[in-house]
């Protein structure tokens, strides 16, 4: 036996259910056929610009290994460059490659603590206002400033006296090129990224996580040292990964800050200070010294450093994305 649903009643007699709001169908998509003809002209622009912009990103990434391969050698890797006559005399990159490591290892490991502490700052404390702000354009302006005008800023700074035990000094001359000076610039470089990225994560993160550790008792530093950094870890590994691929792409603050030599050249003292106080070259430099344009007109060995560099950048990019991918799986808060 059915019973019978009660209806509402009004003075005038029964009352009808509101009707069931209908959307559009699932899965219905406005079709580009029904836009005016400006607008469809305008979707057709920004579709070749697309294509032509991953036409050009490809074509440079073929040429690139095509030659890469065809050049390099292992032994170019573990090889010194030498002077001599012909190309297979003048040995390989191994300099350049540790050199790579080296302002990368540096630079990231500056950057990294500060870009996490002024975002942190930024998100949670923000106090006093009007400094908070001047950090926000700071970050900025260094964002947009050419690389080489933080190498010439770096060369007034290194070349003090006061700083004459970070680079290599003759006669109370100080030169301000090492690994110590270029590291400290490139990491200028990357500190924009890792504050985006890290400010990013943190924003991310609603009130309410951090008002319920509030609520057991944690501090402010608590909370956002074993709940908050935490939390946004995926982000800061995206910035410092994102940040090293910029420090060991740049070729100006190298050239500048570390010098246009193609070897390690350590100062004196002890193993590893020598090598840090002194100059040396990165794969960048050593590209630019060896193009086809630049003082030793080696191609051969150019192609082969740029494709080394070219697998380093892709691995990074790739790494960065794979973290943005995996944080993404791993869930949002709900707000």
């Not at 019978?4 to 005038?12: E, G, L």
């Not at 050049?71 to 005399?89: K, W």
């Not at 501090?219 to 040292?225: C, D, E, G, M, Y």
């Amino acid at each position: 036996m059915e019973l019978a649903t009660p209806q509402a009643q009004s003075p005038s007699g029964p009352v009808a259910p509101p009707p069931t709001p209908r959307g559009p169908a699932k899965g219905a998509v406005e079709g580009s056929a029904t836009w005016r003809l400006s607008d469809r002209i305008g979707l057709a622009i920004c579709w070749a610009l697309g294509l032509l912009f991953c036409a050009i990103a490809a074509g440079i990434v073929a040429y690139l290994f095509i030659q890469g391969i065809k050049f390099l050698r292992p032994s170019m890797l573990v090889t010194p460059a030498t002077s001599g006559f012909t190309e297979a005399q003048s040995g390989g990159f191994s300099d350049a490659f540790l050199g790579t490591l080296i302002v990368g290892a540096m630079g990231i490991s500056i950057a990294l603590p500060v870009g996490v502490g002024v975002a942190v700052w930024l998100v949670e404390y923000g106090r006093p206002a009007a400094l908070a702000r001047i950090t926000e354009s700071t970050i900025e302006a260094i964002a947009g400033i050419p690389s080489i005008v933080l190498a010439l800023f770096g060369t007034v700074i290194f070349s003090s006296t006061a700083l004459a035990f970070l680079s290599r000094t003759s006669e109370g001359v100080v030169f301000g090129r090492s690994f110590f000076a270029a590291s400290a610039m490139l990491s200028l470089v990357a500190l924009p990224l890792i504050v985006a990225s890290t400010r990013e994560g943190l924003n991310a993160i609603p009130q309410h996580v951090r008002e319920a550790s509030y609520g057991v008792g944690k501090t402010k530093i608590a909370t956002t040292r074993r709940i908050l950094l935490p939390t946004a870890r995926p982000q800061v590994a995206t910035g410092a990964v994102l940040g090293l691929g910029r420090i060991i792409g740049d070729t100006a603050i190298v050239l500048v800050l570390l010098g246009a030599t193609q070897n390690l050249e350590p100062t004196g003292g002890p193993f590893p200070i020598d090598y840090l106080r002194g100059a040396g070259t990165t794969l960048t430099n050593f590209v630019y010294e060896t193009s086809p344009t630049g003082n030793l007109n080696q191609p051969q060995k150019a192609y082969a450093a740029a494709f080394v560099l070219l697998l380093m950048v892709l691995g990074l990019n790739a790494a960065a994305d794979v973290i943005h991918r995996r944080a993404r799986k791993a869930g949002t808060w709900s707000h």
